[in-house]
């Protein structure tokens, strides 16, 4: 059992380069038109990314089952499972080859293999038509295996690996549909962003792991008491430009909306269930030193307060549902910061648990809904109620559980991180304007939460259908389909998926302050009652006009997009620019003038040498008189 | 006991260029397979030293050979491997066969073969590239200060008529200032050498080494650590000293532009390795501040001149700047760390920037041009192999963690994190943070070339219409875009725009006045090779050439501890006095 870690990992890692090699190779032999040889291929593509990934997740539950929910209810941590590989020497710190599963990694590791088989087999049916799904599903492996080691990790430096590979995936994932120069753009840009955090985020473990003297997480852990609050102030905020990168928070939280450009069941596998989390999953792993630093927590609690309202309003606005999806995942994450900034990891990963089942869920539903109209924009939706009756009632779940209404999970996780962030008001670490800050934010957020989980509810499902004229199926959009409801492998996972976005609550205890929960209830239904009345009076107008003046600003996330481009990009190409003509005139310029000064002083030196026997005659002369006049003044 | 098999690693690849001169004409016939054989020897003999080296000892140098050759000067014939040179020894002697398998293996009339008669001089090719082998495996394996000057200076030749000769349209500017530029760094560098010499009476490196400056005064050290590093300085190259690179790179043949990058810059820093750090240690300690400074400068001054660049190959060009920076900054950290992480980055930019030149190689016999915008995109729907293996090398390039880029840059930052106890660390935490940002601007020129090239919908048809119907594809690539397609049928226009556009925008990116008129050029290489026979995706000598380079980068980058374990006793005793 101690191999598992390993094994869990290692085996999505071989099935994604079995996917990139060996679907295509040695070639088939098939006689036939190539949609036969085609399906060939996909059908051993389909074997490489299923298996590997649902023995992945028997492993993980293995795991899991000793601890259970060990962590969300606070018992006391057992002993880690997993061993150590060796170590890379480096000459400093070695790097230490541990992977292992504790209470926090099980629970996780189980949310990641599940969602990502779920995602997997979702995208047989999603991605039926695609020929290059070999790769696609391959980097899904790739995926999986990259978020299964930051998950097991017990270095950070073998964390950070899988951490980077994440984002890699997630750049080849979002830019699946490479022919769209929108969606490349896209790709590019989740990459940066992230990027910039992640190196924050490396220099933070430099610091972490230089004043503990090693990089595994034990150690680190272990040697916090030690450090010096200036030490850990500066390794948590370092850490915290990584956690804003991946998590997609404020200020490095553009790219997530833009990442909706990639294939729906990759927004909800990568940037909604899985790798946003990862951030979150960090700041409870490193808790301890978290909890060491006020500064940062209150950093934290600034950027989740500011985030979680500022997104659920961007979603309020948006017209395109996977857009909706991506601004309420930046709201939630920024829930669970918020509930880490409060001082509850339990809580917060509570929410993260729950949170991957019922946004996974809703993604996957937002695809079958697309994959039905062949668009993503909510305005040509509506009256799919009747002709999606389960993605109806599974989706349905999902709004429920997002909106906080029990008894869905979402309901029970998202009491205890409002109820932290009550007790934080009192006798908390934040200081208390971060702590009034932070909960104030929070009740505002549930009321929107519920006006913009309702909007989307009704706008799709409700009212007339719209009859649109089917467009040519671009890249970046499914394709559609003549089909009432979408095919059995995506149907089987999104009913799979709402159970525990309906139930897991129950599973994982429950804990239940009514104050609390009756507070965000009202206020959630107090949001979606208000859209609800706008919608009624004029079913076919866009509730969001509530917003009045602030609906543009609101439809555009206040426009930070065009202002990093002003302030950041624009700045970095002009200095590129100037780059190249400096290094052509200035430093490529100063080697060229010397050399066409050598010239030119060689050009002054030929003209003696003329031919000229007489002058040369001269010269010699001349030299020989002035070695013998010198030679008679200074001897 | 197994001294000889250093001065066969020389002697192999010396007695091939010899007989060539020897017996040309009993030689043409089998000339393809000739530098192939002899690259191939030498690179079993590469594998037989490493394989006989001793694991356990990789501190001290081993299998050496210590001959006295001119006794009057004290110049001694003494070669010899430890942990720091034997990896670059082996990936000489990988890098020269894969060039060779590359040239030879394929069917001799596809584009960019040059051992053809037609195309080139076959015989004075194979020569040069067999002198160069030997001038650069010699440079990895001397321990005698003059022996490691004369193979340093061996190289410069054949790079050079490598250039001159089989080099693009201007490439007699670039090989005249390739030579003349690295030249005057080598005289620099002698005169350090020279002081070193005068100073404590011997030339033998590993003596020096362990007398870590003893018998030289501070004053002396810095002096001469200056020459010999201001000499390397130009080889590696360090920013303000590269201008030499990207023309180098951009006119070079594929073959010379894998070794120029893959080899001949190792040399440079392997330098500051083998000589300056261990012999003056002093003269390090004060020097290293600025070279670590003069190495951020060039990490992040060459990542924005890739941004801006058009041709891919000058790209890639000054994308050695902006790594080699990061070597740089590892060496100058002066910490086991920062030096493991500067040789481990040194390997994988030779692996990396290898393959990534094949590919701009492969590229440009395919277009007919490297310039990005020309190339229009959508090469994953036109040659998918080709674009895939791009996009692998190009992620490799930009650090990612599980290929090999990744652990030399994190290395080099994280000795910058904690220098030498003598250096002022708080300038080191702004090199590490200026590097940190350098990372983010690689990633950055990397996935917008990528984005440029690989992605988007091609300007020119897919490859299945180009191979079935090779006349109409011309036609309508003509009007579409700017490919060589509209080059074959208005080459004057066409010429005339780009000279016209190029002062507005990026006409610093071109130095040399003659590159405006490169679809000229387009027509004389390619006369009337049919287009489907140009745009076929990967072919066999290509997938030969490339897959070991794969297979490695993907292998360091998995398993970091085959290089670290044995560059780190090394690397322990170099610093010797300074750790």
């Known amino acids: ?635 | 006991m197994m001294g000889w098999l250093p001065v066969a690693l020389l002697a192999v690849p010396l007695l091939g260029a010899l007989l060539l001169l020897i017996s040309p004409a009993l030689l043409r016939p089998v000339l393809r397979g000739y530098g192939l054989a002899f690259s191939g020897v030498t690179l079993a003999l590469a594998v037989v030293l490493a394989a006989t080296f001793d694991y356990a000892q990789a501190a001290r140098p081993q299998l050496t050979v210590d001959q006295p050759w001119i006794p009057g000067l004290g110049l001694r014939f003494h070669l010899g491997v430890d942990g720091i040179s034997l990896p670059l020894v082996v990936l000489t002697a990988l890098l020269t066969f894969l060039c060779f398998a590359y040239l030879s293996w394929g069917d001799a009339r596809a584009p960019g073969q040059l051992l053809t008669p037609a195309t080139g001089r076959p015989r004075a090719l194979v020569f040069t590239l067999l002198v160069l082998e030997v001038g650069m495996i010699g440079t990895f394996l001397a321990l005698d200060l003059l022996l490691f000057f004369v193979f340093f200076e061996v190289v410069l030749i054949p790079m050079y008529f490598l250039i001159a000769i089989w080099g693009g349209k201007g490439r007699r500017g670039a090989s005249i200032k390739f030579i003349l530029y690295t030249l005057l760094g080598s005289v620099v560098m002698l005169l350090g050498l020279l002081l070193i010499w005068a100073q404590t009476g011997t030339l033998d490196i590993v003596a020096l080494s362990q007398a870590h400056g003893a018998g030289m005064s501070r004053g002396v050290q810095v002096l001469a650590f200056a020459a010999v590093g201001i000499g390397l300085a130009v080889k590696t190259p360090m920013w303000p000293l590269h201008t030499w690179l990207p023309d180098a790179h951009t006119e070079a043949p594929t073959v010379g532009s894998v070794l120029l990058a893959g080899v001949l810059l190792k040399m440079g820093t392997y330098g500051f390795a083998r000589i300056a750090i261990p012999i003056l240690p002093e003269g390090a300690v004060v020097i290293a501040p600025w070279l670590g400074a003069l190495a951020v400068v060039g990490i992040v001054y060459g990542s924005l001149a890739c941004l801006a660049q058009r041709d891919l190959k000058r790209m890639i060009a000054y994308s050695s700047v902006g790594h080699m920076g990061f070597v740089l900054l590892g060496f100058a950290t002066l910490t086991t760390v920062g030096i493991n992480g500067a040789l481990f980055a040194n390997v994988a930019h030779g692996l990396i920037t290898g393959l990534l030149f094949f590919l701009a190689g492969a590229i440009k016999e395919r277009y007919g041009t490297a310039d990005m915008p020309s190339l229009g995109g959508g090469m994953l729907a036109i040659l998918p192999h080709l674009g895939a293996v791009l996009t692998f090398a190009a992620i490799a390039s930009l650090g990612i963690p599980g290929l090999a880029g990744f652990w030399g840059e994190m290395l080099a930052l994280l000795g910058a994190f904690q220098p030498a106890a003598a250096l002022p660390r708080g300038l080191f935490l702004v090199f590490m943070a200026i590097g940190g940002l350098g990372a983010v601007l690689t990633a950055a020129y990397f996935l917008v070339m990528l984005s440029r090239v690989t992605h988007g919908r091609p300007a020119r048809p897919a490859l299945s219409l180009a191979a079935t119907h090779p006349a109409p594809a011309v036609a309508v690539a003509g009007p579409e875009e700017t490919g060589s397609g509209a080059a074959e049928s208005q080459p004057e226009e066409l010429g005339a725009g780009a000279a016209e556009s190029q002062p507005e925008e990026f006409g610093a990116a071109e130095p040399w006045p003659e590159e405006g008129r490169r679809p000229a050029e387009v027509i004389e290489t390619e006369p009337s090779a049919p287009k489907a026979e140009a745009m076929r995706d990967i072919r066999g000598y290509e997938l030969v050439a490339w897959v070991p380079l794969i297979v490695l980068i993907l292998l360091f980058g998995l398993w970091p501890k085959l290089l670290l374990s044995l560059t780190t006793p090394a690397v322990q005793t170099l610093l010797g006095a300074l750790s």
């Not at chain 1, 395109?320 to 900034?341: C, E, F, I, N």
């Open chain 1, 1 to 635: 059992m101690t191999t598992f870690p390993l094994l869990a990992v290692l085996l999505p890692f071989a099935a994604a380069f079995a996917g990139l090699l060996l679907s295509r190779r040695p070639r088939l032999r098939t006689p036939g038109p190539p949609e036969t040889r085609g399906a060939a291929v996909r059908s051993r593509a389909v074997w490489f990314a299923v298996t590997p990934t649902a023995a992945s997740a028997v492993l993980a539950i293995w795991l899991a089952w000793g601890p259970g929910f060990a962590f969300i209810e606070g018992a006391s941590p057992g002993e880690p499972v997993g061993r150590t590989y060796g170590t890379i020497v480096t000459g400093g710190i070695p790097i230490s080859l541990t992977l292992q599963a504790d209470d926090l990694s099980a629970i996780l590791g189980v949310l990641v293999t599940l969602v990502a088989l779920a995602v997997q087999i979702y995208s047989v049916g999603y991605l039926h038509d695609d020929p290059r799904y070999p790769s696609y599903s391959a980097f899904i492996s790739l995926f999986t295996s990259a978020m299964l080691l930051v998950v097991y990790a017990g270095d950070l430096l073998v964390l950070y690996v899988g951490w980077e590979i994440m984002g890699v995936c997630s750049y080849f994932l979002i830019g699946h549909w490479w022919e769209d120069r929108a969606n490349s753009r896209a790709a590019v840009k989740a990459f940066l962003v992230t990027r910039l955090g992640d190196v924050g985020f490396l220099f933070g473990i430099f610091v972490l792991g230089v004043s503990a003297g090693s990089f595994r997480i034990d150690d680190v852990l272990g040697k916090v008491p030690e450090m010096s609050t200036g030490t850990l102030v500066a390794a948590t905020m370092l850490l915290l430009a990584g956690v804003a990168g991946k998590s997609a928070q404020v200020p490095l939280h553009t790219w997530l909306p833009d990442a909706m450009a990639g294939p729906t069941p990759i927004s909800a596998l990568i940037h909604a269930a899985t790798m946003v989390a990862a951030g979150i999953f960090i700041v409870a792993r490193l808790f301890p030193a978290f909890l060491a630093a006020r500064p940062t927590l209150d950093v934290l609690a600034v950027i989740a307060a500011l985030g979680m309202l500022g997104a659920a309003l961007a979603a309020l606005a948006q017209d395109d549902l996977k857009r909706v999806l991506a601004y309420s995942t930046v709201s939630q994450l920024a829930y669970m910061a918020g509930g880490l900034a409060a001082g509850s990891d339990s809580a917060a990963i509570f929410h993260l648990l729950t949170h991957g089942a019922f946004k996974a869920l809703l993604f996957l539903c937002a695809g079958a809904v697309i994959h039905h109209i062949g668009s993503n924009l909510m305005s040509q939706m509506g009256g799919l109620r009747r002709t999606l009756p389960i993605t109806f009632v599974t989706m349905t779940v999902g709004f429920a559980a997002l909106m906080g209404i029990p008894p869905a999970s979402g309901f029970f996780s998202k009491d205890a991180l409002l109820l932290t962030m009550e007790r934080a008001l009192t006798g908390g670490r934040l200081t208390d304007a971060a702590a009034l800050l932070l909960y104030g934010c929070a009740l505002a957020t549930v009321a929107v939460t519920g006006a913009y989980a309702t909007r989307a509810w009704l706008r799709t499902f409700f009212g007339e259908a719209r009859v649109v004229a089917l467009p040519e199926p671009q890249p970046g959009t499914a394709h559609v389909v003549d089909v009432r409801e979408a095919p059995r492998t995506m149907l089987v996972p999104i009913v799979l998926l709402a159970i525990p976005a309906l139930l897991l609550a129950f599973a994982g205890g429950l804990h239940l302050d009514l104050g609390v929960a009756a507070l965000s209830v009202v206020l959630a239904l107090l949001g979606g009652g208000v859209v609800y009345a706008f919608w009624r009076s004029d079913p076919v107008a866009d509730p969001s006009r509530l917003l009045g003046p602030f609906l543009v600003p609101c439809e555009r996330a206040f426009h930070v997009d065009s202002l990093y481009a002003a302030v950041f990009v624009r700045p970095t190409l002009a200095l590129a620019r100037l780059v190249v003509r400096t290094d052509d005139r200035v430093v490529d310029g100063a080697v060229r003038g010397s050399g066409r000064t050598a010239q030119g002083l060689s050009g002054m030196l030929r003209l003696v040498q003329n031919g000229n026997v007489q002058l040369y005659v001269t010269g010699l002369l001349a030299g020989v008189l002035l070695i013998v006049v010198g030679a008679v003044v200074f001897t």
